[in-house]
């Protein structure tokens, strides 16, 4: 069965955007940015909310025809058009590049999309991770930290009185000082 993996970036004192939206304080360098291309490409869909899918498909689609955006940032646009795309949307009317808008997060669905073959489903987006929680839909938490505070804005997890126990499989540190952090769901 697939998995769904929870995959964001992440600064150390848990905010993934600031009050304005803003993640300038993004450390993704081209070592880092290898490392999403060869993680991502072999995942077998990309789930989101509607502001993460737009924020992406404002930029990825064209990305790799400005000669700015050479070697992994290039490779990418290829992975995020062909990737499929569930976005979860009650107000989205169209969505293009591979791309299906499912109104809500319903959990007999989404074990239903587990079931199918292929890869992992990656989830981004903040949002849409309150209720993948909720649901205890998130089998793993693949968190990138970034070695930088920024006081305020969006934190990554919503407040609930749910606890989710997990456990540590993997760490990986990148020469940005970014480390990734691998949890799996303890059942």
């Known amino acids: 069965m697939r998995k769904i993996i929870l995959w964001m970036s992440v600064s150390l004192?848990?905010?993934?955007?600031?009050?304005?939206?803003?993640?300038?304080?993004?450390?993704?360098?081209?070592?880092?940015?290898?490392?999403?291309?060869d993680r991502l490409r072999n995942m077998g869909g990309f789930l989101s909310g509607r502001v993460t899918y737009e924020l992406m498909a404002d930029f990825w689609p064209t990305a790799d025809a400005d000669p700015a955006n050479a070697g992994p940032v290039a490779e990418y646009?290829?992975?995020?058009?062909?990737?499929?795309?569930?976005?979860?949307?009650?107000?989205?009317?169209?969505?293009?590049?591979?791309?299906?808008?499912?109104?809500d997060v319903i959990p007999e669905e989404v074990q239903a999309?587990?079931?199918?073959?292929?890869?992992?489903?990656?989830?981004?987006?903040?949002?849409?991770v309150a209720p993948f929680l909720h649901h205890n839909l998130i089998d793993e938490f693949n968190l990138y930290i970034h070695?930088?505070?920024?006081?305020?804005?969006?934190?990554?997890?919503?407040?609930?009185?749910?606890?989710?126990?997990?456990?540590?499989?993997?760490?990986?540190?990148?020469?940005?000082?970014?480390?990734?952090?691998?949890?799996?769901?303890?059942?």
């Open 13 to 37: 004192d848990g905010y993934i955007e600031g009050p304005n939206r803003e993640i300038d304080w993004h450390m993704v360098d081209e070592e880092l940015h290898s490392h999403f291309n």
């Open 77 to 103: 646009a290829g992975i995020w058009r062909d990737m499929p795309k569930i976005v979860y949307s009650r107000t989205l009317e169209t969505a293009d590049w591979n791309t299906t808008i499912v109104r």
């Open 113 to 128: 999309l587990k079931a199918q073959p292929g890869g992992d489903l990656s989830l981004g987006g903040s949002d849409i």
């Open 147 to 187: 070695p930088v505070t920024i006081g305020r804005g969006k934190p990554l997890f919503p407040e609930t009185d749910a606890r989710t126990q997990l456990r540590l499989t993997d760490t990986q540190t990148f020469g940005n000082g970014v480390i990734r952090l691998n949890y799996v769901r303890v059942e």
